[in-house]
């Protein structure tokens, strides 16, 4: 059964490909993911945790950004302890994340928080909003801007400091692909009547023969996938905006030669509506996120190409408990004053699903990047079970 769809943005998309006779799946997903008016990111009805459509690190526990804040305040002390330290985060949600990390700051790391500014740089009018009314406890003190991505990814701001994504990049649009004949094929979108349907056709660009020779792995005869042309144009703004310090990337994905296994016939786009799954993105266009696993290997070697080096990757159970997840657990059980407090078991139930391997532990991952810096042995990144 269909589910709920937003009326004007079928129109902007039927519009847009009657116009054009078809259109690369990206920029259909461009289209109902960011549209400035209609766009899924731009609706003001609830996104994530209980009453959206996923949950995110954040919503899991507080210990999450509090460990985060232990590895930026190292990145503080490696860059020479600078007043400001500017920590930018790009889309931040309803701003849980900045949330925890000031918190914890304040309450534990007070030289560090005294240099910290906290940018939240955000494309959505409704996300922005949240953001404001959650953090405004550090708003009188400086401690929380805003600013357009747009104006960010530009070069209109320089910064030193860290740039910091939770779950961003899987949502960029991506061009889906089909190994077909032995050549690589492009897959549009087109309508039939009042339905959308995929079309097979040439590559839209010569990039994407190239993103898969530099970034990507031989794709089986049949075999579908994604190429993230868009990550490599934000990784290009962040370079540009980034003077000197780190770029801090959590997302769930794999390496190339895993990302493009054959196993992983069909790609990985799925979309996201009230916590079920759907490999259909043209159900209830407007009402669903649309997301691709991100290639780690692109993002790596990318960075490579623009004089980066690599200062860590892993999976994000491990770089949790490099930072002192476990101990925090046994402090908890430590200074609980009865097992049987309700409270308790939530805290240390949310802080176990954190560190346990497998789920979100294992399907996430951790790649830290430094511009600047030298060779840096971050904590997040040292073996935690040596």
């Known amino acids: 059964m269909a589910g709920p769809e937003n009326k004007e943005l079928l129109k902007i998309l039927r519009d847009r490909i009657r116009e054009r006779g078809q259109i690369p799946f ?12 209609e766009g899924y990111y731009f609706s003001p009805r609830e996104r994530t945790g209980p009453e959206g459509d996923y949950y995110t690190s954040p919503h899991v526990h507080a210990a999450f950004g509090q460990l985060l804040a232990r590895q930026f305040h190292q990145m503080w002390e490696i860059l020479g302890t600078p007043s ?20 914890y700051c304040r309450e534990r790391l007070p030289d ?12 959505s009018r409704p996300a922005v909003e949240k953001q404001k009314v959650l953090l405004a406890p550090f708003l009188a003190p400086g401690k929380v801007q805003w600013m357009d991505p747009g104006e960010f990814l530009n070069g209109s701001y320089l910064f030193s400091g860290c740039l910091l994504s939770n779950e961003l990049i899987d949502a960029f649009p991506v061009h889906l692909v089909r190994q077909e004949g032995g050549t690589l094929r492009e897959i549009y979108v087109g309508c039939r009547g009042r339905s959308f349907e995929e079309i097979l056709g040439d590559p839209s660009s010569p990039a994407l023969e190239e993103y898969f020779f530099l970034y990507g792995a031989p794709l089986e005869e049949g075999q579908r996938a994604e190429a993230n042309l868009k990550a490599l144009e934000w990784l290009e703004g962040v370079n540009r905006a980034l003077l000197r310090g780190f770029v801090l990337t959590i997302d769930y994905g794999y390496e190339a030669a895993e990302l493009y296994h054959p196993d992983r016939r069909d790609g990985t786009l799925l979309c996201y ?24 290997t692109a993002l790596m070697q990318k960075g490579e ?7 860590g990757y892993a999976e994000q159970f491990r770089f949790l408990v490099s930072l002192g997840l476990l101990r925090d657990l046994e402090k908890l059980e430590k200074d609980s004053t009865s097992s049987s407090d309700p409270a308790f078991w939530k805290n ?9 391997p497998g789920g ?12 600047g ?4 042995d971050l904590l997040g990144f040292r073996d935690p079970f040596r």
């Open 348 to 356: 240390k139930l949310a802080m176990r699903n954190l560190s346990i």
């Open 84 to 103: 400001p330290f500017t920590l930018v985060e790009m889309g931040g949600g309803k701003g849980l994340l900045g949330l925890d990390i000031l918190d």
């Open 373 to 376: 810096v030298g060779e840096v």
């Open 273 to 296: 509506f009230r916590h079920t799954t759907s490999p259909d993105p043209f159900d209830r266009i407007g009402f669903q996120d649309m997301t691709a696993h991100v290639n780690f």
């Open 360 to 371: 979100m532990g294992s399907l996430f991952k951790v790649l830290c990047q430094g511009k």
């Open 112 to 123: 560090f928080y005294r240099a910290l500014v906290y940018v939240l740089a955000e494309i």
């Open 305 to 311: 190409a623009l004089g980066w080096k690599k200062a």
């Open 26 to 37: 990206a920029e259909f997903m461009d289209l109902v993911l960011y549209h400035p008016r």
